[in-house]
T-cell receptor, first 115, second 111 residues
Framework: GAGVSQSPSNKVTEKGKDVELRCDPI?????LYWYRQSLGQGLEFLIY????????KSGLPSDRFSAERTGGSVSTLTIQRTQQEDSAVYLC?????????????FGEGSRLTVL | DQQVKQNSPSLSVQEGRISILNCDYT??????FLWYKKYPAEGPTFLIS?????DKNEDGRFTVFLNKSAKHLSLHIVPSQPGDSAVYFC??????????FGTGTSLTVIP
C-alpha cells in the first residue's frame, strides 16, 4: 500500500492476556517508530528501529513490552500480561531516514482496550 | 522528563483570524522541528517542518517560526478555517535519532 498500515485497528482484551500489534511501513522506509497515545495524553515514544542498527528501546515502559522488525520491514509490538494502564492507541510511523530532515508518516493506529 | 512542551491544551479562534500555537523544548541538540495535525480516529499527518538553520518556514496559510535562543517555536495559521480544527502536535529531533512529541494543543476554529 501507499501508506503505513496497522492491524488490528481495534483490540479488546482481558487483563493478563498477551497482544500483538502489527505495522507495515511504507516500502523503502528504513526508520520505523512506535508511539502510544493514552487518553488525554501526548504521543509517548516507545521504540525506534533504524535499518540494521540495534533498536532504541529507551521508551518501552516495562519488560512486558517488546518489539521486533523482521527483514527491515514489518514490525510487531508485543505486550505480555496486559494491564489496564496499557489501554491506549498505539501508533506506528515510518521515515525514509532517521531523525532530522525526514518526516514521519503515521498509520491510523491500533486502539487497545484492556478490560 | 518532557523535552517538548505544549503548555496550552486548547485554543479557540474565530474563523478568518490568526491561530498561534506554541511549543517549547529543552534539548539544545534538537536540529529539526515539525508540526503534525491529528483528527479523531486518524493518525497524525505532517503539516510543516523547519530545520535549525532557519528561523521561519512558510507553506500557504501555515508558517512556523523558530527562536533557537529561547528554545521556542510557534505555528501560525492565517486565515484560520473551520477545517483546521484538530489537535496539533509539535515534534523535535536530533538528526539520526528519535522524534520527541509535545502533548498537543486542541484547536477549535469557530465559524
Amino acid at each position: 500500500g501507499a501508506g503505513v498500515s496497522q492491524s488490528p485497528s481495534n483490540k479488546v482484551t482481558e487483563k493478563g492476556k498477551d497482544v500483538e500489534l502489527r505495522c507495515d511501513p511504507i516500502s523503502g522506509h528504513t526508520a520505523l517508530y512506535w508511539y502510544r497515545q493514552s487518553l488525554g495524553q501526548g504521543l509517548e515514544f516507545l521504540i525506534y528501529f533504524q535499518g540494521n542498527s540495534a533498536p532504541d528501546k529507551s521508551g518501552l515502559p516495562s519488560d512486558r513490552f517488546s518489539a521486533e522488525r523482521t527483514g527491515g520491514s514489518v514490525s510487531t509490538l508485543t505486550i505480555q500480561r496486559t494491564q489496564q494502564e496499557d489501554s491506549a492507541v498505539y501508533l506506528c510511523a515510518s521515515s525514509q531516514r532517521a531523525g532530522g530532515l525526514g518526516e514521519l508518516f503515521f498509520g491510523e493506529g491500533s486502539r487497545l482496550t484492556v478490560l | 522528563d518532557q523535552q517538548v512542551k505544549q503548555n496550552s491544551p486548547s485554543l479557540s479562534v474565530q474563523e478568518g483570524r490568526i491561530s498561534i500555537l506554541n511549543c517549547d523544548y529543552t534539548n539544545s541538540m534538537f536540529d529539526y522541528f515539525l508540526w503534525y495535525k491529528k483528527y479523531p480516529a486518524e493518525g497524525p499527518t505532517f503539516l510543516i517542518s523547519i530545520s535549525s538553520i532557519k528561523d521561519k518556514n512558510e507553506d500557504g496559510r501555515f508558517t512556523v517560526f523558530l527562536n533557537k535562543s529561547a528554545k521556542h517555536l510557534s505555528l501560525h495559521i492565517v486565515p484560520s478555517q473551520p477545517g483546521d480544527s484538530a489537535v496539533y502536535f509539535c515534534a523535535a529531533a536530533n538528526t539520526g535519532n528519535q522524534f520527541y512529541f509535545g502533548t498537543g494543543t486542541s484547536l477549535t476554529v469557530i465559524p
